[in-house]
Every structure is written in structure tokens, then in C-alpha cells.
């Protein structure tokens, strides 16, 4: 038997701003609070241990060195590539430049406390 990623669990100096930040990216609702700080954002009608993956937010003041050796691709499932990136851009993402060529098709951007992320073409069926 295999096992599967069930959390992801991003640091962040400021939890709230950047919880809410990836629960309108992606669509999730706050599933719980722990007493550290740290706040559980998944699809609605998510739970513990179920199949789908969730995200823990949870408070660091350790400061971030080097490039992430994770990172996240989303993909729009509503609109098209062009339409996603500007809403991603108007809920506080950025781009970032990683030494791409302009060939990719694919953007790379950043969330709010600097975590990397690629916006993918293509879209994906909702949940």
C-alpha cells in the first residue's frame, strides 16, 4: 500500500493575509484554526483525512533563505489562461523571473509572502 499527500503546510510571517490569499486563489474555505496560529484551507465540504488536499497555513518568523525547493502549479478551471492571471495579479500575486525564456507556457508568479508558483495553461474540471 502507498500513502498520498494529504496537507501541504506553507510557513508564513502573517497566517490571516496569506490564508486568505490562497482561499480565493483556489476557491477554499477555512476548515479549522490551531491553537499555534496555524489555519487548514481546503475545497468546501473537505475534512480531515479525506481525498482531497488541503493547506496549512502556519506562523513562522524564521526568515526565508534561497529558492524553494517545492512549488505549487494551479490551473484555471473557469477561465482562460489570460483571464486567471489577472485575477491571481489583482488578489496580490507577482510575477517572479526564474530564468525563463518567454517560450514557456506557463507564467511564474509568486503569492503574497513570496512562495513560488507556476499558472499552467490548460484548464481543470472543477471539484
Not at 80 to 86: K, P
Request: hydrophobic fraction near 40%; aromatic fraction near 4%.
Amino acid at each position: 500500500m502507498a500513502c498520498r499527500i494529504s496537507e501541504l503546510v506553507l510557513d508564513a510571517a502573517d497566517p490571516e493575509h496569506l490564508a486568505a490569499f490562497w482561499r480565493e486563489a483556489l476557491g477554499f474555505v477555512e476548515l479549522g484554526r490551531e491553537e499555534d496560529g496555524s489555519i487548514e484551507i481546503g475545497p468546501p465540504g473537505a475534512a480531515l483525512g479525506g481525498p482531497e488536499l488541503t493547506l496549512i497555513i502556519s506562523p513562522s518568523d524564521d526568515p526565508r533563505s534561497g529558492k524553494l525547493r517545492l512549488h505549487v502549479d494551479v490551473r484555471a478551471t473557469d477561465r482562460d489562461q489570460d483571464a486567471e492571471l489577472a485575477r491571481l495579479l489583482a488578489l496580490g500575486a507577482r510575477p517572479v523571473d526564474v530564468g525563463q525564456t518567454g517560450a514557456e507556457t506557463w507564467h511564474v508568479l509568486a503569492d503574497p509572502e513570496g512562495n513560488e508558483f507556476c499558472l499552467l495553461r490548460g484548464r481543470l474540471q472543477p471539484l
